[in-house]
C-alpha cells in the first residue's frame, strides 16, 4: 500500500486550488462587473459544462492512468482508457444528436449547423486529450525529480557508509603500529613508554570524540598529527632524521578528521631504514582558503613478502579526498633520486 507524505497532501491541495481559481473565475469577473447572482450562477454552469469533463480527466490521469499505466508502459491500455473515459464524459453530445428529433423545443438545425456543432465537439475531444497530456507532463516533471532526489539521498547514505568504513580503516592501522612501538619501547625505557602511553591516550581521545564529524578544526588535527609523529619517532634510531613542521595563518579553517595520517604512517613505513640515513620532512601549511600538505621521505621498498607495503593507506587517503573534496584537491606524487614526495593542494 502506498504511503501518503505530507508533501502528497499539499500537492493536491495545490492541484485543487488552481482548478478552484479556474472553475471560479469567470462567475466571479461576473459578478463583480454585474451583481446579478442569476448572470453568475448561468455564467458558473457554462464554465462548469466547460470544465468538468477536463478536470476529471486531469485527476484521473495524474494519480491514476499516468502512474498505473503510462509509466508502466501499457501506452495502447492507457490511449483506450483515455479514449473510453472521454467519451463516456461527454455521452450528452451523441445523445444529443441520436434523440434530437425527440426532444421537445429543439431547433431545427440544417447540415451546416450539425458539422458546425460536431466540429466543436472535436476540438472540445482534443481539449481534453490536451489535459491528460498535460497531467502526464506534470506528473512526469514531479516523478523525475522525486526519482533524482531518491539517488542524491542514496548517493549521500553510500558517500556517508564508504567514509566510515575508509576512516575506520585508518583508526585500528594505527593504533597497532603505535602499541607495536610502545611495546618495544617497555624494554628498553619504561618512563618514555609511559610518557607515549599518556600520548596514545590523547590520541585516542581525538580519534574517539572529536572525528565524529565531517570536518574538525585544523589547529586540533595538527596538534593531533604532532603526537602522532612523535609517538612514530619512538622507532627510529639515531640514523634517522624527522622533521614536522605544521602551521596556519588561519585560525577558523576546518579539516575532514585522520586525513593525512596514513601518509604519515606511509613515510615512516618505507621512509626508515635501521642500518642506513634515513630522512622524513613533513610539512603543513595553509593561506586563507588553500591547504598545503608536503611529506618528504628516503625511499627503502618494502620486500613482496612484506604485508605493510600494500599501500592500501594511499589508496584510503585518495578515495577519501575524491569522496569529500572532489574538483577541490589536487595530489602530486613523485620518486626521484630515492626520495619519495607527495604534496596534496585542498581548497577549504
Known amino acids: 500500500m502506498m504511503k501518503i507524505q ?71 491500455l492507457f490511449v483506450l482508457t483515455n479514449l473510453v473515459l472521454i467519451l463516456g464524459l461527454n455521452s450528452q453530445f451523441f445523445i444529443l444528436y441520436l434523440h434530437r428529433n425527440t426532444i421537445p423545443n ?9 458539422i458546425g456543432f460536431f466540429g466543436g465537439f472535436t476540438v472540445f475531444l482534443v481539449l481534453n486529450f490536451v489535459i491528460a497530456a498535460v497531467a502526464i507532463g506534470i506528473r512526469h516533471f514531479i516523478r523525475t525529480r522525486q526519482i533524482r532526489q531518491q539517488l542524491k539521498e542514496e548517493k549521500a547514505k553510500n558517500t ?41 591516550s590523547d590520541l585516542l581521545r581525538y580519534a574517539m570524540y572529536e572525528t565524529n564529524k565531517n570536518t574538525v578544526p585544523l589547529q586540533g588535527e595538527m596538534e593531533f598529527m604532532r603526537n602522532y609523529v612523535e609517538l ?12 614536522c613542521q605544521l602551521s596556519t595563518i588561519n585560525n577558523q579553517l576546518a579539516v575532514a578528521p585522520l586525513l593525512f595520517i596514513s601518509l604519515i604512517e606511509n613515510a615512516f613505513k618505507h621512509g626508515v631504514s635501521s642500518n642506513r640515513d634515513s630522512r622524513i620532512d613533513i610539512t603543513l601549511t595553509t593561506d586563507e582558503h588553500q591547504l598545503t600538505f608536503i611529506c ?22 585518495r578515495r577519501r579526498l575524491d569522496l569529500i573534496y572532489k574538483d577541490h584537491y ?16 585542498i581548497q577549504l
Open 296 to 317: 618528504k621521505n628516503t625511499n627503502f621498498p618494502k620486500s613482496d613478502t612484506d604485508r605493510s607495503g600494500s599501500g592500501i593507506g594511499l589508496e584510503n587517503t
Open 330 to 345: 589536487t595530489w602530486e606524487q613523485t620518486l626521484e633520486d630515492n626520495i619519495y614526495k607527495i604534496i596534496i593542494t
Open 6 to 76: 505530507k508533501k502528497d497532501i499539499w500537492l493536491f491541495v495545490a492541484q485543487v486550488a488552481v482548478w478552484t481559481v479556474i472553475l471560479f473565475s469567470l462567475p466571479l469577473a461576473t459578478f463583480l462587473s454585474t451583481q446579478d447572482m442569476k448572470a453568475t450562477r448561468t455564467s458558473f454552469y457554462v464554465i462548469w459544462g466547460l470544465f468538468q469533463s477536463p478536470l476529471v480527466v486531469y485527476f484521473a490521469n495524474f494519480y491514476l492512468l499516468g502512474p498505473y499505466l503510462f509509466f508502466k508502459r501499457r501506452h495502447w
Open 106 to 114: 429543439m431547433p431545427a438545425m440544417d447540415a451546416n449547423m450539425w
Open 232 to 243: 612514530m619517532k619512538l622507532r627510529c634510531n639515531d640514523k634517522t632524521i624527522v622533521n
Open 160 to 200: 556517508e557508509a564508504e567514509l566510515a568504513w575508509l576512516k575506520n580503516q585508518i583508526n585500528p592501522h594505527f593504533l597497532f603500529n603505535t602499541l607495536n612501538n610502545i611495546s618495544s619501547l617497555v624494554q628498553i625505557d619504561a618512563d618514555k613508554a609511559q610518557d607515549a602511553i599518556a600520548q596514545l
